[in-house]
Antibody, heavy 117, light 113 residues
Framework: EVQLVESGGGLVQPGGSLRLSCAASGFTFSSSWMTWVRQAPGKGLEWVANIKQDGSEIYYVDSVKGRFTISRDNAKNSLFLQMNNLRAEDTAVYYC??????????WGQGTLVTVSS | DIVMTQSPDSLAVSLGERATINCKSSQSVLSSSNNKNFLVWHQQKPGQPPKVLIYWASTRESGVPDRFSGSGSGTDFTLTISSLQAEDVAVYYCQQYYSAPLTFGQGTKVEIK
């Protein structure tokens, strides 16, 4: 069974940093593209970033470029999102997702990030 | 960027009746290399993460009931629930995976009339 478990969310002040993690199991992590998607409270879904199997291709939504960094550790079946210079508008539930190419089939349960003073 | 627009924003359907959700992309998501539409439908029930229902515009994900079907090509797509069940109350999102940035429709909320 595919499992994606996010962690690392919490309350942070504007301008602060957080590092999200996603622990993967039940599939061949090193063969899968991985993705972060977020959902602001009461709002729709927004793709944030994704990363190819070996990390050689990475894409970001414009609003996080230069502030967020996606990375992965295939030896530990883990995906990360380093978030710096956080803004109020980054407040959201952050989901990791897995799949082939840009198509992701599986979603995690999400972790809540709140940016507030 | 490819803009995805869904209609309607919400709809209320009686149990057992048909529900239809439309999704339009601002440019074609049909690939000439494999003749497939890079369009996926997600379902998000209240308090839960999203779940993939249909990908390649019309392929049902394993375990998804056959009352859910997807159709369309190019820029116009439809998700149909042939006979609405109580457990289908959710927000439905279309999403293109043709090119980055990946983009979602705004969502369609389906309720019971």
């Amino acid at each position: 069974e595919v499992q994606l478990v996010e962690s690392g969310g919490g309350l942070v002040q504007p301008g602060g940093s957080l590092r999200l993690s996603c622990a993967a199991s039940g599939f061949t992590f090193s063969s899968s593209w991985m993705t972060w998607v977020r959902q602001a409270p009461g709002k729709g879904l927004e793709w944030v970033a994704n990363i190819k199997q070996d990390g050689s291709e990475i894409y970001y939504v414009d609003s996080v470029k230069g502030r967020f960094t996606i990375s992965r550790d295939n030896a530990k079946n883990s995906l990360f999102l380093q978030m710096n210079n956080l803004r109020a508008e980054d407040t959201a539930v952050y989901y990791c997702a897995s799949g082939g190419g840009f198509l992701f089939h599986y979603w995690g349960q999400g972790t809540l990030v709140t940016v507030s003073s | 960027d490819i803009v995805m627009t869904q209609s309607p924003d919400s709809l209320a359907v009686s149990l057992g009746e048909r529900a239809t959700i439309n999704c339009k992309s601002s440019q074609s998501v049909l690939s000439s290399s494999n003749n497939k539409n890079f369009l996926v439908w997600h379902q998000q029930k209240p308090g839960q993460p999203p779940k993939v229902l249909i990908y390649w515009a019309s392929t049902r994900e394993s375990g998804v009931p056959d009352r859910f079907s997807g159709s369309g090509s190019g820029t116009d797509f439809t998700l149909t629930i042939s006979s609405l069940q109580a457990e289908d109350v959710a927000v439905y999102y279309c999403q293109q995976y043709y090119s980055a940035p990946l983009t979602f429709g705004q969502g369609t909320k389906v309720e019971i009339k």
